[in-house]
């Protein structure tokens, strides 16, 4: 059945007719429990999500959504490896990657952890021995500079987790990550380095994405002109994938090779071997560490009543907003620095997997499905498009997150910026009236500038401080509220087809920009003008 006509979703309907003008200034002042009434904490992580335009039965209706879905039911189909990415015919299994090594994980009767652990251990030896010097390069000197080259899920989780923890990385090593097919990327990352105390890890699910490939390929180019022999290879590249036969092409040999599996998507490969650049720049066990984050929340995920389980929670506002208030976007506003690649993280995991237009049944949807995810640090983002989310006409739902202990102490800094963290919640909420400002003897020709109406929702993520186990728990808190959303809207999460058709026309139009092929008749007058304009200049 389509997810808009069911009956729950009906009922939301008319409730929302019933409460969308109700203000948070009033919410607020029927109920002084509102905050401890909505707020909950779960593997080290505070949600507080009473600035949401939501009364009780505007929960429990969305709650009942839930349950008609049978969304325990398909938590649970996900945790036991059905086969829920149909149009890959493939399980979803990454919580597999961050289960205890100790901790049996049986998916139809086999324990999937043996072969986990053994990819583990090895890349556990391979990350010391890099770490600790023992690794040479071709001419015999130690590693010093470790070289990720991927792209998409491949680039991005372990980028983002990289700038995340820098405070506890090895800073006696140097990290550097390409991903993009412009050259520069590749010029300018390379630009400082000695080739001959450079590893590449080379890090590709399918091990032929065109942008990695060719990345690879240069830097291969750019090391073998430096150390004069192809041997060299051996001693400076590392593979991560699941395609033996295509590293074994690309000259690297199967020891220098840590393999995963086709049941870890792309988008949420960051525990498997896809984070070795993490283990060798943090250390075995802050690697380990932002392994259990990411357990504790899966754990928590999978037991917990839909009615206090935070992805759910996170999961359902966002389908209330995006699919009853008609909000396009959500913004990921994160009070700390080193959680600046965050947001573009965030965009793949959402947009990659809920940016979907068909049902699981083969039928277009007929409503909304994934949002817009945008966002930058506080507070450099007040400076930037905060205006907007406070007087513009679009209805912007925000995340704050932030950490009551800073990891760099310095006079107040920290204590100014969660200073602001806390007012722009309560400004955005709460906003500011008519006759406050009269009350201020603000000028009467500014009063329709100067007041804000509020009512803009945000929820607030808290923990403790920011730690490998904190940011394990808080991107598996997006990852289960992404699936959460996408069994709302009976969309298929895992797959990507959308990436495809650019991909393939890019291939066509290669030739022609090589000069290899003329360019083909019939093409449309806009694409026929772009490439003559290229050519021009050839
Ligand atoms: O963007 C499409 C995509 O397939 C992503 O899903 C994936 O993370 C990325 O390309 C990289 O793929 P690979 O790891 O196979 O190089």
Known sequence: MKTNERVEWQKLTKHYLQIKDLHLRTLFGKNPDRAAQMSLEHAGLFLDYSKNRVVEETLRLLFELARGIELEAEIERLFSGKRINQTENRSVLHMVLRNPPDKPYLVDGVDLMPEVNRVLVKMEQLARRISSGQWLGFTGKPIKNIVNIGIGGSDLGPVMVYEALKAYSNRNLVLRYISNIDATHLAEQLIDLEPDETLFLIASKTFTTQETMTNASSAKAWLLKRLGDESATGRHFIAISTNAEKVAAFGIEPENMLIFWDWVGGRYSLTSAIGFSLMIALGVENFHRLRAGFHRMDQHFRQSPLDVNMPVILGLLGVWYNNFFDAQSYAVLPYDQYLSRFPAYLQQCDMESNGKSVDRDGNRVGYQTGPIVWGEPGTNGQHAFYQLLHQGTKLVPCDFIGFAKPVNAIGIHHEILMANFVAQQKALAFGKSLQELKSENVADNLLPYRTFEGNRPSNTILAEKLTPESLGSLIA?????????????????????????????????????????????????????LITYLLKFH
Do not use: M, R
């Open 477 to 529: 808190l997006y990852e289960h509220k992404i699936f959460v959303q996408g069994i709302i809207w009976n969309i298929f999460s895992f797959d990507q087809w959308g990436v495809e058709l650019g991909k393939q026309l890019a291939g066509n139009i290669l030739p022609v920009l090589c000069g290899e092929q003329e360019l083909a008749a019939g093409q449309d007058s806009s694409t026929h003008a």
